[in-house]
């Protein structure tokens, strides 16, 4: 089982940056893909980053050139570099990991979420 931990969250102005962070623990070992989910409300929930072993990174298209998924494997923490926030990236954000191949569907494990919002 792995646990993740996320924070970072906030309430920040349009133009603005923010940095998540997602700590994970137990068997971390295993994982091969982690990413970033969010889910505004009345919407479905999308996948915004993911970066695999290989270090090979995917972003949703509305996000290139503004966020940047990272990881610091000696502190099992991936991070979420956000800026130039708008107002629709208003959401509450997941960090996920997965064990199988891929890095773009099935994640096994869940973080809690946290919100971010951005005011215009």
């Known amino acids: 089982q792995v646990q993740l931990m996320e924070s970072g969250g906030g309430l920040v102005q349009a133009g603005g940056s923010l940095r998540l962070s997602c700590a994970a623990s137990?068997?971390?070992?295993?994982?091969?893909?982690m990413g970033w989910y969010r889910q505004a409300p009345g919407k479905e929930r999308e996948l915004v980053a993911a970066?695999?072993?290989?270090?090979?990174?995917y972003y949703l298209d509305s996000v290139k050139g503004r966020f940047t998924i990272s990881r610091d494997k000696a502190k099992n923490t991936l991070y979420l570099q956000m800026n130039s926030l708008k107002p629709e990236d208003t959401a509450m954000y997941y960090c996920?990991?997965?064990?199988?191949?891929?890095?773009?569907?099935?994640?096994?494990?869940w973080g809690q979420g946290t919100q971010v919002t951005v005011s215009s």
């Open positions: 137990g068997d971390i070992r295993s994982i091969n893909a």
């Open positions: 970066i695999s072993s290989d270090s090979s990174t």
């Open positions: 996920a990991q997965k064990t199988g191949w891929g890095m773009v569907h099935g994640y096994d494990y």
